[in-house]
């Protein structure tokens, strides 16, 4: 049964603390997308990928995040330093043509 | 500037009968239109999608309708069973050729289905 992997669930840091967040996408599928869920805005891009290769991040706040994918098999997305204001849960989503497949997400809270 | 847009963010539907859940666009370059569903502490799940060379698709208990025209969408879901109850999101993109197929979502809607 083929799907994302996120790691980890949770995590609670302490505001200043770097946050990483994992994500395996699906075997074979070509674009990788980072999104943030808050009450307050739904379901925002932050970047996304195609082939490794970075296509969009204008969503995502340059000067503390950072999206990269080291290989096809692993996206990392970054915080440094985290702010109170970064809490919520990030998702990690995979495709091949027009349709995403989410993973279960990161549940963050920086206190 | 808000893109997708679902209006309604909670519907309440009696279990047996008809839910429609209802979204606007207003990105004439969207061009492929799907319905992700949400449980608590999950992520989304793909349900049912829609190319703009169509105006219906069906999957069972699940139909999209797309109004091109008036830049509408909906979701119909017949008979409604109580498990249905979940968060569900419209979501669009823009083909650009195969370079762009970023996804654009709507805030969701909450659908009750009452047994």
């Known amino acids: 049964d083929a799907r994302v992997t996120q790691t980890p669930r949770h995590k609670v840091t302490e505001m200043g603390q770097e946050v990483t967040m994992r994500c395996q996408p699906i075997?074979?599928?070509?674009?990788v997308f980072w999104y943030r869920q808050t009450m307050m805005q739904g379901l925002e891009l932050l970047a996304y990928f195609r082939n490794r290769a970075p296509l969009d991040d204008s969503g995502m706040p340059k000067d503390r995040f950072s999206a990269e994918m080291p290989d096809a098999t692993l996206a990392t997305l970054k915080i440094q330093p985290s702010e109170p204001r970064d809490s919520a849960v990030y998702f990690c989503?995979?495709?091949?043509?027009?349709?995403?497949?989410f993973g279960q997400g990161t549940r963050l809270t920086v206190v | 500037d808000q893109q997708v847009k679902q209006n309604s963010p909670s519907l309440s539907v009696q279990e047996g009968r008809i839910s429609i859940l209802n979204c606007d666009y207003t990105?004439?370059?969207?061009?492929?239109f799907l319905w992700y569903k949400k449980y608590p502490a999950e992520g989304p799940t793909f349900l049912i999608s829609?190319?703009?060379?169509?105006d219906k698709n069906e999957d069972g208990r699940f139909t999209v309708f797309l109004n091109k025209s008036a830049k509408h969408l909906s979701l119909h879901i017949v008979p409604s069973q109580p498990g249905d109850s979940a968060v569900y999101f419209c979501?669009?993109?823009?083909?650009?050729?195969?370079?762009?197929?970023?996804?654009?979502f709507g805030k969701g809607t909450l659908l009750t289905v009452n047994p």
């Open positions: 829609i190319s703009s060379i169509k």
């Open positions: 979501a669009a993109s823009a083909g650009g050729g195969g370079s762009n197929y970023k996804l654009t």
């Open positions: 989503a995979s495709g091949l043509v027009r349709v995403a497949f």
């Open positions: 990105n004439s370059m969207f061009d492929y």
């Open positions: 075997l074979g599928h070509n674009t």
